[in-house]
Every structure is written in C-alpha cells, then in structure tokens.
C-alpha cells in the first residue's frame, strides 16, 4: 500500500518561508516515480505546482510560483520537499503530494495522492 505523508504546512504572514516535505512508503521503486506538488484554495481548481523528474531530477514550475518554490528529492530517503520562500496570501491553499510513474501522469492524473497539509499566508 503505497502511502505519502505530508507535513511542514502551517500559518505564515506574507514574505515568509515554510518547507514541506512528503514521505513515501510502499513503493518499490520510490526513484523511478515522478513526483509533484497540487494545491487547492476554497473555491478553486485544483492546480499543479511543482513537478520533479524520477531519476535526473528535471523539474517544473507553474508561473505563479517561478523563482520563489524550489522542489527537491531525496530518493535514497524516498522523500520529496517544497521550499516556499517570498509567500503571498494568493499561496493559500490545501497541498498534496503526488506520485506517479512517469511524469505525464504525475502531472495530470497521479496514481497516488497525500492527505494535503494546510498552508494559510496571511498577517
């Protein structure tokens, strides 16, 4: 059963840095996947954030986000980090860890998904 856990969300005021990190158990091959983070605000779609290749480490980033999130991993570790530095109010969201086996579906539909940790900007 594969499982990933997320922690490090939590209530920051504008300008501020948090970093989370997800855990992944249950997967064979954890450098194989590809992983990502989604966030949700009320209201919104889900959006696809940060994106980390399997094994050369490529990486994505949706514009909004560009300069001021940095998406690493670990594989010997099987963990997966967001460094949120220059945080806005509009960064307010639900966020999810996600894997997938290759990185098409990491990005659009991952087989596996966290429980998402609260991340609330505000002063």
């Known amino acids: 059963q594969v499982q990933l856990v997320e922690s490090g969300g939590g209530l920051v005021q504008p300008g501020g840095s948090l970093r989370l990190s997800c855990a992944a158990s249950?997967?064979?091959?954890?450098?194989?996947?590809?992983m990502g983070w989604f966030r949700q605000a009320p209201g919104r779609e889900r959006e696809l954030v940060a994106l980390i290749s399997s094994l050369d480490s490529v990486t994505w980033y949706r514009d909004s986000v560009k300069g001021r999130f940095t998406i690493s991993r670990d594989n010997a570790k099987n963990t997966v980090h967001l460094q949120m530095n220059s945080l806005k109010s509009g960064d307010t969201a639900v966020y999810y860890c996600v894997a997938g086996s290759s990185w098409i579906l990491a990005s659009s539909r991952p087989e596996h998904w966290g429980q998402g940790t609260q991340v609330t900007v505000s002063s």
């Open positions: 249950g997967i064979a091959t954890f450098s194989s996947y590809a």
